[in-house]
């Protein structure tokens, strides 16, 4: 059978090629479509990580700031201050990386070395080696523009480049060059879809990328896609970025560079969270070193002072003797002062800082103690002595009753042997008296007794022991001393009297002025010696009365020598005590 062959016409040769051109740029249409939307897919798990990164900065950052703060204790030693220092240029740092991606921080120091705080009044310098900034992320603006960044932190984000010196401490951060492509980065919270997988392999430009580390199982479908977008989007300030995690953008290039600014953002982080863990944990090892080796010295300087502070109570209780208002005081304080010194015994292990701590409070509490007991001692002597002291005054008053009570006993028995004498002698004494010596007006002053009312008068003793239980009696109802104007005359004393007087005087050498055994006194005094002088042994002679040879009312003599009062012996009174304790 004979084939049939249409004729080979240009119509068909040109139908033929555009069907393949066409189905050429709808493969190449569907490739490139599939790569760009794998480019947005690791666009978004690079934003969710840099989020990450910033979420675990934060944290770093909030340790750093604790151990700090304990290292604010032992910040004199060297190598304490060598890791803060250390620490303050790592925070700096940290801060100056996020700054270059708007991750904005506030500037407030943490653990400023000091040279890293510029003088006040000088505008704040830039860098990783400017004032050290504080260890706050600010999670409200985490991407965006540096003008951004500027007007929201003036402090932080003034407009100096870092210098060489921050370049080499951030050595182990992307370049200036990939910090300057990478000024955006992403602030969400990390999502369920943060792990979702790309749809396609990347391209070419963005292969240096990590790819995310979840399965395809967990990829959000449909309004959850979009719903994922949207918020990813929300949360960055620049369009570009913005269209490109909404899915908006078809140009791979566009998206490409976009996953490698992110990319750089969360690497710099990274590298800035590790380097300020490493820089902690060496602030915080020398911290911990430092602590324990002032907390052995003070447990050392502590137990030292035991003994000093154990001495000072035995003092304390030794002084008291036993003279307390409560005894269980006394108890209370060696019990005290037992429990301190023990602790000088106790084995602790110098390594332990935490054990180290708990002698040394242990020991403080104990010093406590053993001050609380002393007051209680104190104060416990100190009531013991007003008591004391009140109970002496009482046992010597009474004492003093009894002597007074014995004394008034002992004159009234003496009273009826003056008045006999005195009844015996009504025209006075005459001869001298037993005992004397010496002749009329020259007895010498050794022989004869001071009157204590009356300066510069002297009697026969018992004369004048007579004479001055009358002026107790006399003060007693007057309020005054008895007033005497004459007693002993010597012999020459006695010329001069009957020189100036005449007859009214005795001849010299017969006056009882002479043997000390009789006074003149002022009118008020005799009168009063007049009317009560007999029982008191003294008497206002015949001759010296009115009508008498030679009428003398202030003249009175004494007329019972060698009687006396047999007196009590006066009372041994209380001394009042003193505290024995100072203070």
């Known amino acids: 059978m004979r084939k049939f ?7 068909t040769a040109t139908t033929f090629a555009v069907c393949c051109f066409l189905g050429g740029v709808a493969v190449a249409l569907g490739v490139h479509e599939q790569r760009v939307g794998s480019a947005v897919e690791e666009a978004r798990a690079q934003a969710r990580l840099l989020d990450a990164e910033r979420e675990k900065l934060e944290l770093t950052l909030a340790k750093a700031r604790e151990v700090s703060e304990v290292s604010e204790s032992v910040s004199d030693e060297d190598l304490v201050a060598s890791a803060a220092a250390e620490l303050a240029q790592a925070a700096t740092s940290a801060a100056y990386a996020a700054e270059q991606h708007n991750i904005l921080v506030s500037a407030t120091a943490v653990v400023p070395p000091v040279w890293a705080n510029a003088p006040l009044g000088v505008e704040t310098a830039r860098g990783p080696f400017a004032a050290t900034p504080s260890l706050e992320v600010d999670v409200a603006a985490v991407l965006g523009e540096v003008e951004a960044a500027v007007a929201a932190e003036p402090d932080v984000s003034a407009s100096a480049e870092p210098t060489d010196t921050a370049s080499a401490e951030a050595s182990d951060e992307p370049s200036a060059d990939a910090s300057a492509e990478a000024d955006v980065s992403a602030s969400a919270e990390p999502t369920d879809s943060a792990s979702a997988e790309p749809s396609a392999e990347p391209s070419a430009d963005a292969s240096s990328s990590a790819e995310p580390s979840a399965s395809a ?3 959000p479908t449909g309004s959850a896609v979009e719903d994922d977008a949207e918020t990813l989007a929300a949360l960055i300030d620049d369009a570009e970025v913005a269209q490109v995690l909404r ?17 750089a953002a969360a690497a710099q982080l990274d590298a800035a969270t590790r380097r300020i863990e490493g820089t902690t944990a060496v602030l915080e090892a020398a911290t911990a070193e430092a602590a324990l080796e002032r907390a052995n010295l003070t447990l050392e300087e502590r ?3 035991v003994k000093a502070i154990a001495d000072s109570a035995k003092d304390m209780i030794d002084a008291v003797d036993g003279n ?23 084995d602790v292990d110098r390594d332990d800082h935490d054990a180290v701590e708990a002698v040394i409070s242990d020991v403080a509490d104990a010093t406590a103690d053993v001050e609380v007991a002393e007051e209680a001692l104190y104060t416990s002597h100190h009531r013991w002595v007003k008591q004391e002291n009140k109970r002496r ?12 009570r014995q004394v008034d006993k002992a004159y009234a028995n003496s009273w009826s042997k003056y008045a006999n004498a005195a009844a015996n002698h009504q025209d006075g004494w005459s001869g001298a008296p ?4 010496y002749s009329n007006g020259q007895i010498p002053g050794s022989q004869l007794c001071s009157l204590s009312f009356a300066s510069g008068h002297q009697l026969h003793c018992d004369a004048a022991e007579a004479l001055e239980r009358a002026d107790d009696d006399y003060y007693a109802q007057t309020g005054n001393h008895l007033s005497v104007s004459s007693s002993y005359r010597s012999y020459g004393a006695q010329v001069a009297t009957k020189a100036s007087k005449g007859y009214l005087a005795a001849t010299p050498g017969t006056s009882n002025h002479g043997w000390g055994m009789a006074a003149d006194f002022a009118p008020a005094s005799a009168t009063w010696m007049r009317n009560n ?27 019972a020598p060698g009687i006396s009062v047999d007196m009590p012996d006066k009372p041994t009174l209380l001394k009042k005590v003193s505290s024995s304790l100072k203070g």
Do not use: C
Request: no cysteine; proline share 3%; net charge negative.
């Open 324 to 346: 307390v208002a409560r005894k269980a005081t006394i108890t209370d304080l060696k019990e005290a002062r037992s429990a301190l010194l023990e602790l000088r015994e106790v």
């Open 393 to 404: 005054t009482q046992v010597n008053k009474k004492r003093m009753a009894t002597y007074e």
């Open 303 to 305: 137990l030292e002072a």
């Open 247 to 263: 899915g908006e953008v078809d140009d791979l290039e566009t998206v490409a560079a976009t996953v490698t600014r992110l990319e």
């Open 217 to 219: 199982e967990t990829e």
């Open 5 to 11: 062959h249409l004729p080979f016409r240009w119509q």
């Open 533 to 559: 002088g007999e029982k008191y042994g003294w008497v206002h002679p015949l001759w010296a009365r009115s009508g008498g040879s030679k009428p003398e009312s202030w003249h009175l003599e004494f007329v």
């Open 434 to 437: 037993t005992g004397i010596n």
